[in-house]
């Protein structure tokens, strides 16, 4: 059974940097695309980021490019999220999510993913 678990959310003020992990345990295989995807309060779940198996195929939202960066280091079975000059709007639950399979393009689909984290709390201050 595959485990995911977040970790590194919290409180941080606009223009504030922080960095998610999300730790897989069980069926560790590193094969599988790697996102991240957020759920603000009133609002359905999206796609932030994801990339392939070492990170040198990425995608990145619109809001995302140039501001965070996803990153995974396969021996600690763990997957990254370096958020940098965060805005209010970036407050959100944070969930890390493996892809049903290996990169073949980007995932931007939840449908598209099959094992999630419980997610990990963001919140940005004005």
């Known amino acids: 059974q595959v485990q995911l678990v977040e970790s590194g959310g919290g409180l941080v003020q606009a223009g504030g940097s922080l960095r998610l992990s999300c730790v897989v345990s069980?069926?560790?295989?590193?094969?599988?695309?790697m996102g991240w995807f957020r759920q603000a309060p009133g609002k359905e779940r999206e796609f932030v980021t994801a990339?392939?198996?070492?990170?040198?195929?990425?995608d990145y939202t619109d809001s995302a490019k140039g501001r965070f960066t996803i990153s995974r280091d396969n021996a600690k079975n763990s997957l990254y999220l370096q958020m940098n000059n965060l805005t209010p709007e970036d407050t959100a639950i944070y969930f890390c999510?493996?892809?049903?399979?290996?990169?073949?393009?980007?995932?931007?689909?939840?449908?598209?993913?099959?094992?999630w984290g419980q997610g990990t709390q963001v919140t940005v201050s004005s």
């Open positions: 999510a493996r892809g049903t399979l290996a990169w073949v393009g980007p995932m931007r689909s939840s449908y598209e993913y099959r094992e």
């Open positions: 069980g069926d560790t295989d590193v094969a599988y695309v």
């Open positions: 990339c392939n198996w070492n990170c040198a195929a990425t």
